[in-house]
């Protein structure tokens, strides 16, 4: 996964300020619409390549930083919900409407289980900008070309 970034500002201990258009999902190739809106966000990143203010760059993410993320963010809220359920099952066989319960509860353990992914992100959220790097500096006549 590869972004180009424009640098806007230089900071101190050998960082800089680098905004980046978020990825679309839909690319904005279907008919219904006329793409769907990309807003922009800045990043701040050790300067690795001696950039400077104005300079485009080539961003890129440590693709197994990222898939540890995504299986953390979807898989705590379902691992939540089935562990629910089955436990549900195994301790109170004979409960009447157990199916209904347990999807209850599986739901309830699922919300809890968003909060805490919730948190976490929030409290670990600057570790998610070191999965990313520049890769290159770009010259402005390689970028529209």
Same mark, same amino acid.
């Given at each position: 996964?590869?972004?180009?970034?424009?640098?806007?500002?230089?900071?101190?201990?050998?960082?800089?300020?680098?905004?980046?258009?978020?990825?679309?999902?839909?690319?904005?190739?279907?008919?219904?619409?006329?793409?769907?809106?990309?807003?922009?966000?800045? !990043?701040?990143?050790?300067?690795?390549?001696? *950039?400077?203010?104005?300079? $485009?760059?080539?961003?890129? *993410?440590?693709?197994?930083? *990222?898939?540890?993320?995504?299986?953390?963010? $979807?898989?705590?809220?379902?691992?939540?919900? *089935?562990?629910?359920?089955?436990?549900?099952?195994?301790?109170?066989?004979?409960?009447?409407?157990?199916?209904?319960?347990?999807?209850?509860?599986?739901?309830?353990?699922?919300?809890?289980?968003?909060?805490?992914?919730?948190? !976490?992100?929030?409290?670990?959220?600057?570790?998610?900008?070191?999965?990313?790097?520049?890769?290159?500096?770009?010259?402005?006549?390689?970028?529209?070309?």
């Amino acid at each position: 996964m590869e972004q180009i970034g424009y640098v806007t500002k230089l900071l101190d201990n050998n960082k800089c300020k680098i905004l980046v258009s978020r990825i679309s999902g839909c690319k904005g190739t279907c008919k219904t619409c006329s793409g769907c809106p990309t807003p922009s966000m800045y !990043i701040v990143m050790d300067n690795l390549l001696d *950039v400077s203010v104005g300079d $485009y760059v080539k961003i890129g *993410v440590d693709s197994k930083t *990222v898939l540890k993320y995504s299986v953390f963010l $979807y898989g705590l809220p379902i691992l939540f919900f *089935v562990l629910s359920i089955l436990l549900l099952n195994i301790f109170f066989p004979n409960l009447k409407n157990i199916d209904l319960i347990g999807f209850s509860v599986g739901i309830l353990m699922m919300t809890i289980a968003f909060m805490i992914v919730k948190f !976490i992100d929030k409290k670990y959220a600057h570790i998610s900008t070191k999965a990313m790097f520049m890769e290159q500096k770009i010259s402005k006549k390689d970028l529209y070309s």
